[in-house]
């Protein structure tokens, strides 16, 4: 995965291109949780194709809310303190109907007990909400 540090990207820590390519901000050059946290959408992005990735992404938010708890999921691992932060991040920098409280249940859900993710649909009928890898 080739990772390009600019100042550039200015709303964000960092982006996910493509699965091959990561965008991050030089302020947080090298963390690995951040890292970790592209490595799932880079993930996601092979599963489910490119472009179709991007369009759900940006036309979904149950897609977008889906992709983001999972990534967020792991982000967690790295900052197990950080719940609530991510939470926040969650509810208020993605254009998402969901309060900080919901997202945080949800990150906080054992995968496969949350019945919002689990009962959730990702376009194309792939189920939202499982296992992470
Ligand atoms: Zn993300």
Known sequence: MRVIATPLLFWADGMTVAPTLV????RVRGDAGLMAHEAVHARQMREVG??????????????????????YRVSLLFQP??????????????????SAHTAERLL????????????AKAPGGAAAGHART
């Open 23 to 26: 965008v991050v901000h030089p």
């Open 50 to 71: 490119l472009l179709r990735f991007w369009w759900w992404y940006f036309t979904c938010p149950a897609f977008r809310l889906w992709s983001e708890i999972e990534a």
């Open 81 to 98: 303190s950080a719940a609530r932060h991510f939470a926040r991040v969650i509810a208020d920098g993605y254009l998402l109907p969901v």
């Open 108 to 119: 906080r859900a054992a995968t496969g007990k949350a019945p919002e993710l689990a009962t």
